[in-house]
């Protein structure tokens, strides 16, 4: 909520435990993931290729979307596909 660009947030409750019918034509993920930014005519899914995104599109100078320093865009890639797959794993237990 810190970007500057307008967005409007659209929940879309499971039912029973599933996906609603049509969640995937009204959402743009085809496989019917969440979740999933649309930005006209981009769809991008999954929180760290969501977080990539914003942070090269809203903030292109800054450290993630600099291609000036690849170890420090890779160490910050790290943290965030980390946090997502190796992290959240032990959350769970």
């Not at 409007?8 to 019918?21: A, D, G």
């Not at 993931?33 to 100078?61: H, K, N």
């Not at 320093?69 to 794993?89: C, K, S, W, Y």
Request: net charge negative; with cysteine.
């Amino acid at each position: 909520q810190r970007l500057a660009p307008p967005y409007e947030l659209v929940f879309y409750p499971r039912v029973h435990n599933k996906i609603p019918e049509g969640f995937e034509g009204k959402s743009g993920n085809k496989q019917g993931r969440a979740p999933v930014l649309v930005d006209g005519d981009v769809a991008v899914s999954e929180c760290g290729v969501i977080t990539e995104y914003l942070t090269e599109t809203c903030y292109p100078t800054q450290a993630l979307g600099s291609k000036a320093n690849p170890q420090l865009r890779g160490n910050i890639r790290t943290v965030i596909h980390a946090a997502e797959d190796t992290f959240m794993v032990h959350t769970l237990a």
